[in-house]
Nanobody, 128 residues
Framework: HVQLVESGGGSVQPGGSLRLSCSASADSHKAFCMAWFRQFPGKQREGVAAAYTGGRTTYYDDSLRGRFTISADYYKNTVTLQMNDLKPEDTAMYYC?????????????????????WGQGTQVTVQG
């Protein structure tokens, strides 16, 4: 069983930055594929970025690469999402998710149904 706790959401002006963190607690210490998804009102969750906590492999939605950076810490079982140059269209609920390490490949990291563990979500609002 895995529990995920997110922190770091909030409100920021356009061009600002926010850093989201997600901490995973599990029955045993192992590497995961941990990801951030976001959900706009009335829309499906979409993948933002993912990281393999046992190495340096990362994946991004191409439209966000360059502004968003994901990093993972195996020993702390945490994943962070640094979001820079935020835009109003980034306003959404952001969710942390965890899955087996094998999900962290190009073809599956962004698939909602592959993740069995989810955080409660944290709101990010970008407005002037």
């Amino acid at each position: 069983h895995v529990q995920l706790v997110e922190s770091g959401g909030g409100s920021v002006q356009p061009g600002g930055s926010l850093r989201l963190s997600c901490s995973a607690s599990a029955d045993s210490h192992k590497a995961f594929c941990m990801a951030w998804f976001r959900q706009f009102p009335g829309k499906q969750r979409e993948g933002v970025a993912a990281a393999y906590t046992g190495g340096r492999t990362t994946y991004y939605d191409d439209s966000l690469r360059g502004r968003f950076t994901i990093s993972a810490d195996y020993y702390k079982n945490t994943v962070t999402l640094q979001m820079n140059d935020l835009k109003p269209e980034d306003t959404a609920m952001y969710y942390c998710a965890a899955a087996g390490s094998w999900i962290c490949v190009t073809s599956t990291w962004f698939l909602v149904e592959k993740y069995g563990y989810w955080g409660q979500g944290t709101q990010v609002t970008v407005q002037g």
